[in-house]
C-alpha cells in the first residue's frame, strides 16, 4: 500500500499500542488516503506496551499486526536499532510514564523527536525531558492534534478585535496512572493557547466526579476558560470573544491532519 521514494524522511515508531500509531501510518504510508502527507513515511516500529495498563496491553498485537501488514512497517527489537534506521522519532506510547525514558534512548542517538500526548506522566518527567533535549541539542516536539484542526485555525485568524477572553470544552476523561488532565484534557486545554497565546499567570480550578471548570488569568488580563467534561461523548469547541465581536468553532470533521511527524523533523525547539 505505501510507495517508496529516495526524498522520503524516513520515521520510526516507538510504541503500538494505541490507534494514533495506525492514523499516522495511514496519513504518510497510503498514497490513497485523502488526508495523505507525502515527503515521510514510517519505516520501522518498536512495539513497547505497559503491562499494567489494560488499554495499552490488550490493543497492542492488533495494532502491530496492522502496521505491519496493511503500511509494510518493520518491527525491530530495541530504540537503538529503530534510531540507527531513521531520520526522525515519533513516540507514540499510550502510557506518558514510559515516555521520559524512551526520549532519553533517542536523545541519545540524536534524533528528532516528536512525542504525542500524554508528552509525560508527571510535570517533573516533562521538565526533564527538555532539558535532556536541550543538553543533547535535539529537536523536540509535542502538542495535541487538535491545535491544527482547520476549524480551530478559523477561529484564531477570525477578526473580533482584540481578543479579552475564550472557552475552550471537550473530553477529559482521567485515567489513574496520569494527573489530572494530562492524559485527555490536554486536547481542550491546547486550545486555549492556541487562540490565546502564551502567558498563562494563574489558574483556579473547580473539580467534580463529572468535569472540570478551570479559568486561566492570562497576560493583559485576558481569560481562558476550560470546560473538561467526563460524561457522554461530547466533542470540542472553543468560542473565542474580542473587542468588536466573537468567533464560534464550527464542527467540519477535521481530520488529525498535517500534524505531528513531519513536524518533528521541522521544528527547532520543544515548545
Request: proline share 5%.
Amino acid at each position: 500500500m505505501s510507495t517508496d521514494s529516495a526524498a522520503d524522511l524516513r520515521i520510526g515508531t516507538i510504541g503500538l499500542d494505541t490507534s494514533h500509531s495506525v492514523a499516522f501510518a495511514k496519513l504518510l504510508n497510503d498514497p490513497t488516503a485523502p488526508a495523505h502527507i507525502s515527503g515521510g513515511r514510517i519505516v520501522a516500529a518498536v512495539k513497547t506496551f505497559s503491562p499494567d495498563m489494560p488499554a495499552s496491553a490488550e490493543r497492542v498485537e492488533g495494532f502491530a499486526a496492522t502496521m505491519v501488514k496493511d503500511f509494510g512497517v518493520a518491527l525491530v527489537p530495541s530504540i537503538e536499532e529503530l534510531c540507527g534506521m531513521v531520520d526522525v522519532v515519533c513516540i507514540e506510547s499510550l502510557d506518558g510514564r514510559a515516555h521520559l525514558e524512551q526520549a532519553r534512548r533517542v536523545f541519545a542517538a540524536k534524533n528528532p523527536v516528536f512525542i504525542d500526548k500524554p508528552i509525560a506522566g508527571t510535570l517533573r518527567d516533562v521538565i526533564e525531558i527538555f532539558r535532556l533535549a536541550r543538553e543533547a541539542g535535539v529537536p523536540v516536539f509535542s502538542s495535541s492534534a487538535y491545535r491544527f484542526h482547520e476549524s480551530l485555525a478559523a477561529v484564531r485568524r477570525a477578526d473580533v478585535g482584540e481578543v479579552r477572553s475564550a472557552i475552550s470544552y471537550g473530553p477529559a476523561y482521567l485515567d489513574p496512572d496520569h494527573p489530572d488532565l494530562f492524559f485527555y484534557g490536554v486536547h481542550p486545554v491546547e486550545a486555549l493557547y492556541t487562540v490565546l497565546g502564551r502567558g498563562c499567570d494563574s489558574v483556579v480550578r473547580s473539580h467534580t466526579a463529572d468535569s472540570d471548570v478551570v479559568t486561566g488569568t492570562w497576560s493583559g488580563g485576558r481569560l481562558g476558560v476550560l470546560h473538561g467534561l467526563r460524561t457522554k461523548a461530547i466533542s470540542h469547541k472553543v468560542i473565542v470573544f474580542g473587542s468588536t465581536g466573537f468567533a464560534e468553532q464550527q464542527p467540519t470533521g477535521d481530520p488529525l491532519s498535517r500534524f505531528g511527524a513531519l513536524g518533528a523533523a521541522q521544528s527547532s525547539g520543544g515548545r
